[in-house]
């Protein structure tokens, strides 16, 4: 994954603007951006930008630079859409982003039986695939898994993708439980997923440790603080107890589908240092 501190002026493929514009219609560097970039320069002399979308974007939303440089990554492992066409869907426990009305799964505790009953999750594995993208979320804390997608091709008979992951790892000292209501409404996991959550609450492979020992050969280390990895550890207690509850209210085999079989993989072995 190549990494690159980025200058405002730099963002040739995504925004073309100088250092000196405030408050002004920045120039786009690309035509399918919709809308309008807005630049402004902040009273502590940051560059900040926003563009138009359909949630959050303002000055109160703005992307910043310190003074005008921002950190970030570019992954480009997906092949072209000209090759690949992939398919977006909206996330069954997408926030409403309105700040009076709540969603559908917020008022509704049985929620996930709807959804059980709604193609595509009413078959295969993509109940399950949205259970481990839930459990991805809440440990880095991400509230804004409002769409995922797929490769076009293979129908339901394929995994998602996560894209978008902006917003994780903001506040590590805060666990926001409403990221977990998915698997709690659902109580279904695969197992090898369950073997594995497992395997990182042991203290001899544990999360935070194997995560910060992945990261310490990145160009850009530290990418994580220290309170952000213990709160990967803490987080991922909460979802083993989510999981325990489930388990004890509806039972072992009802709640942990075996996705391994007795020839399986067994994901719950020691993690590859």
């Not at 005008?68 to 570019?74: A, C, F, H, M, V």
């Not at 506040?171 to 369950?194: F, G, M, N, W, Y």
Request: hydrophobic share 30%; aromatic share 8%; charged share 30%.
């Amino acid at each position: 994954m190549p990494e690159k501190r980025f200058t405002v002026g730099e963002w040739s493929d995504i925004i073309r603007g100088s250092e000196e514009q405030t408050a002004e219609e920045c120039e786009v560097g690309d035509s399918r951006l919709a809308g309008p970039m807005l630049c402004y320069l902040t009273i502590a002399n940051n560059i900040c930008f926003y563009g138009e979308c359909s949630y959050y974007c303002s000055t109160e939303h703005a992307l910043c630079g310190k003074p005008d440089q921002i950190e970030g990554s570019l992954a480009a492992f997906l092949p072209d859409l000209s090759l690949a066409k992939r398919r977006t869907w909206r996330n069954p426990w997408r926030r409403s982003y309105h700040k009076r009305k709540k969603a559908e799964w917020e008022v509704d505790p049985d929620y996930c039986e709807e959804v059980k009953q709604t193609p595509p999750y009413d078959s295969g594995t993509r109940l399950l695939d949205i259970m481990d993208m839930t459990i991805f979320d809440f440990l880095m804390g991400n509230m804004d898994r409002h769409h995922y997608e797929t490769f076009e091709k293979f129908g339901n008979e394929t995994f998602i993708i996560h894209l978008d992951n902006g917003r994780g790892f903001g506040k590590h000292s805060h666990d926001e439980l409403s990221i977990l209501v998915p698997l709690s409404q659902c109580c279904r996991v695969r197992k090898s997923t369950h073997l594995r959550l497992q395997l990182l609450a042991k203290e001899e492979f544990k999360l935070s440790a194997l995560m910060e020992e992945s990261l310490q050969t990145d160009t850009l280390t530290p990418i994580l603080i220290r309170p952000h990895l213990e709160a990967m550890d803490r987080r991922l207690r909460l979802v083993l107890q989510v999981l325990a509850d489930c388990i004890e209210k509806e039972g072992y085999s009802n709640v942990v589908e075996d996705d391994q079989g007795t020839e399986g993989l067994n994901t719950g072995t020691v993690p590859q240092r």
